[in-house]
Structures are given as C-alpha cells and as structure tokens.
C-alpha cells in the first residue's frame, strides 16, 4: 500500500533586483541565465521543458517547466525523490514558483516558493531547515549578476575538499588564510582583486574585477563523521575566463586541500 504524503513543507522569501522585468527573466529563466549565479543548468525554455540542475558529482536535479509565462512568472517541479533516493511515494514533488514584479527605479522583485509534502521524518524537516541558509545565498549571486553582467554567459570554477573537523573551524582557516574582511573589504584572493560583497557565517561572496571579472563564492559546510568541506565556486565572464579557469581550478584545489585546520 502506498503512503501519500501529506505533511507540507514551504520556504518563501523575496529579493529585490536591479532590471527590467525582461532582464531579469532571461536570468531566471534560460540556461544561459541561471547557469550564470547558480548552477550548470539545462533548461527548455517552455511549458512542459524538461530542466536538469548540476548540484555536484551524481548529484542533478532534474524536473519539468509546469508554468511559463515571461516575463512575470516561472514555475518548475523536481524530482524530490530521486534527488534524495527516498520512495517516490513518500514525497511530492519539489515544486518552485518565481513571479517577478516591476518596481520604479529600475529594480524588480522576484518573490520565491518553494513547496512539498512529505510524511514528517526528520530529515525532511532538516532538509528544509537547511534549503533557505542553503539557497538564498544565491540571490545575492543573482543580484551581483545583474548588476554588473546581466546578459554575459558564465565561465564555471568549481572545487571542494574535506577536513577533519566542524565546519565553524574550516571556515575559520579558510577566511583567515584568504584574509576575507566585513562586506565593501577591498581583497586579494590568491591573486585575484575584488570587493567582499557578503559576508557570512560560514561563506562570502567577492565580486572580481581583475584579472579576470566575475563572482567568487567561497563557502564550507559539515559532513557526518565530523567532517567538513571547503568548496570555491566562481562565475566567470570575459575571453580569458576559459584559460584562468584551466590554470587556476587545479591551484585552487591544491590549495584548499592543503589548509591547515586548528582543532
């Protein structure tokens, strides 16, 4: 017999943008756009499309466009199941509404839902307790993007590495050996100049200007066994990108995994 869930869950939240309702939908709503401040993404650009999210290695969200309505508002179902290898029919789908809304002064609000229902294990409900410090971070992703470099494709740089310990320890090591300062900090990340544009409790965000121009995201996070990982994600955009990319990610790696953690 099959269990329906019914217990819901839902994360709500809104950003204000600069833009027109236009810009910001080609960057909420096209491959091209959300690859440029979130994830690799695949994306059919209509009802019924087929969507697949890049999250990590044997990690993609995949699901269906359900609503399409440019320039206002998008809609899209993952699948929860899949992505968590529970039982299909103990969860719901992962269903996401963006509605964006003109403002004067050329910015846009974009309001987020996402909803679910599941049967009240906890580890849904740890699952959702981490979706909103998880993601929102990447509004603010999607806020620099608009700024600075709506429309340009993205350059990807990606690279984590696991220590022994918690994540609060990690990330101090990280920001210290970084020298990441307080938000509007000029910085020099391994060669790299640009501003801190966030400042969190265990990531930052520096907008590049040199050598190459993009977003740099720098973040950790805990493991079971009392682990933790380092990760750098940076969206990139100019000529050069590829090449900074193909030099610096092996760097980057290295570098990371040779951080020394205090206990």
Request: charged content about 20%.
């Amino acid at each position: 017999m099959s269990t329906i869930p019914t217990v819901p869950y839902r994360l709500e939240f809104s950003v204000e943008v600069p833009g027109t309702p236009e810009q910001v939908w080609q960057a909420i709503a096209t491959a091209k756009g959300m690859s440029a401040w979130f994830t690799p993404t695949e994306l059919d650009e209509r009802e019924g499309g087929r969507l697949r999210f890049v999250m990590g290695p044997e990690m993609d969200s995949t699901g269906e466009v359900t609503a399409w309505e440019p320039p206002r508002r998008l809609v899209y179902a993952e699948d929860w199941a899949a992505l968590m290898g529970k039982d299909p029919d103990d969860l719901s789908p992962l269903t996401s509404e963006f509605v964006v809304e003109a403002q004067s002064g050329g910015t846009c609000v974009v309001r987020v839902t996402t909803s679910g229902f599941g049967i009240g294990a906890d580890w849904e409900q740890e699952f959702w307790d981490d979706m909103g410090p998880g993601w929102m971070p990447f509004f603010d992703n999607l806020r620099l993007y608009l700024a600075h470099f709506p429309g340009q494709e993205a350059t990807h740089l990606e690279v984590t590495a696991s220590h022994p310990g918690s994540a609060e320890a990690l990330w101090s090591a990280v920001r210290d050996a970084l020298g990441l300062g307080d938000e509007g900090a000029s910085v020099d990340v391994r060669g790299a100049t640009g501003t801190v544009e966030r400042a969190g409790e265990h990531q930052a965000l520096v907008r590049l200007t040199a050598p190459v121009p993009g977003m740099l995201s720098v973040y950790t996070y805990p493991e079971e066994g009392d682990k933790a990982t380092a990760g750098v994600r940076a969206y990139l955009f100019s000529a050069g990108a590829a090449e900074y990319v193909r030099r610096e990610e092996p760097a980057w790696r290295a570098w990371l995994q040779g951080l020394s953690v205090s206990a």
